[in-house]
């Protein structure tokens, strides 16, 4: 009985594919039991993203199309009751403290199933766009993949802190543009502790790690987590749950 509870569209999303209903019907198709659509939140202006800008998006039209997709979606959520479990969610992206504020404007917009708590900026630089991108953030960060995943994983703790996701998503992330993103993050023993004091707080608060297989699709042997952070996760205990992305 499959289902995923992380997923994009290319109507509403610049790297996603496919209408909203195409990706359902397909679902339909595929026998998938339960279907969370989880679109991005809409950012402010000064985090869009170089396409963003080049198609002269604001936050402003960021927040419209966002509103069409929560429209989009229930309007699927009710054509396709009898065929398919559909979850209206979002993605939530956390790149600094004051994120809270304007997460909290966007969960005014509707009740929504469920989010995803994830971290795509470190030192609000974008470390999963381009490599470029992510050089510049190791830089601010002192110039190595280590301090940068040691950042990487506090901007999580405070994520995790402040909205306490009930899914978690990518948890490692910050592997995809490192110099080597099959090699093991745990190499490093304040990455390692960083990792499990995470870990440790997703199962307090009882929340679900995605293992994500978008890691595999974009040239990855593992997916996210890595095969050595679900192992440690073992000892920890936090619930997974699957995921397309």
């Known amino acids: 009985m499959p ?3 992380h997923s994009h569209s290319g109507q509403f999303c610049s790297h996603g594919k496919n209408t909203l209903e195409e990706i359902i019907k397909s679902a339909i198709d595929k026998k998938f ?3 969370a659509l989880t679109e991005h939140m809409p ?3 000064s985090d869009l993203y170089p396409e963003e800008i080049e198609t002269l998006q604001t936050q402003n039209t960021l927040r419209e199309l966002f509103e069409a997709y929560i429209q989009e979606a229930i309007r699927l959520q009710l054509a396709y009751a009898s065929k398919i479990e559909i979850f209206i969610g979002l993605e939530i992206d956390w790149i600094r403290p004051s994120s809270l504020q304007w997460i909290n404007e966007v969960f005014q917009l509707h009740p929504f199933d469920l989010h995803i708590g994830s971290v795509h900026h470190v030192h609000t630089i974008p470390i999963d766009y381009d490599h470029a991108m992510y050089a510049e953030a190791r830089r ?3 110039g ?3 301090r940068l995943f040691e950042d990487y994983f506090d901007l999580q703790f405070d994520m995790l802190q402040g909205l306490k996701p009930p899914v978690v998503g990518h948890f490692d992330l910050i592997r995809l543009k490192s110099d080597e993103p099959n090699a093991d993050c745990l ?3 304040l990455v390692r502790q960083k990792i499990s004091r995470n870990l440790d707080f997703i199962v307090e608060y009882g929340g679900l790690l995605e293992v994500n297989s978008a890691a595999l699709r974009k ?3 593992e997916p996210y987590p890595g095969k050595s952070i679900c192992k440690v996760n073992h000892a920890h205990y936090a619930a997974v749950i699957s995921s397309a992305d």
């Open 43 to 45: 950012r402010e202006q």
């Open 187 to 189: 190499r490093w023993d």
């Open 140 to 142: 601010v960060s002192g």
């Open 144 to 146: 190595t993949d280590e």
């Open 219 to 221: 040239g990855l042997s």
């Open 33 to 35: 039991i339960v279907f």
């Open 3 to 5: 289902f995923t509870h």
